[in-house]
């Protein structure tokens, strides 16, 4: 069930592709410079945003929005949307002061053309992903900057 606020993906797939996509997990975010990791392509790098139905464990099915990055035919990214807002919530209600450290924090930024994702993994670490779409206002040949995260 969607948070409120939230909007729902269409049931549609939207797909964009990729100039570049970066990304870096770490294990403590006081880690620095955070060692990235990008991908660059013109023709096969996509980030898609898609609805699919999932069965949950009392067999009840569930709509679920995730976001996925493919380098063809890898899965370089998946994310559950759903689950990520529903884990920061969770985190946000039980937690008596919220700039605690033992928090976990979901950013997302949106600077078009660039998506930046961070959140926490289940193993403890901190994920930070990034991609630049391509658009009309990005020449193909254009320098890619580094990704835009953080203080």
Same mark, same amino acid.
């Given at each position: 069930m969607p948070s409120q606020g939230s909007q729902q993906l269409s049931s549609s797939p939207l797909c964009l592709s990729l100039l570049k996509f970066s990304?870096?997990? =770490?294990s403590n975010e006081s880690i620095a410079p955070i060692p990235w990791i990008h991908l660059s392509s013109k023709n096969s790098l996509f980030a898609v945003f898609e609805t699919s139905p999932v069965q949950l464990e009392d067999g009840r099915v569930e709509e679920r929005q995730r976001f996925k990055v493919l380098?063809? $035919?890898?899965v370089m990214e998946e994310l559950d949307l759903n689950a990520l807002s529903a884990g920061a919530h969770r985190a946000m209600a039980q937690a008596p002061n919220i700039m605690s450290p033992q928090i976990p924090d979901v950013t997302v930024i949106v600077k078009v053309p660039i998506i930046a994702i961070k959140y926490p993994m289940p193993n403890?670490? =901190?994920?930070?992903?990034e991609s630049k779409a391509f658009s009309a206002h990005t020449a193909p040949d254009s320098p890619? $900057?580094?990704p835009l995260y953080y203080k």
């Open positions: 990304y870096a997990t =770490v380098r063809d $035919p890898e403890g670490q =901190v994920m930070d992903a890619i $900057p580094d």
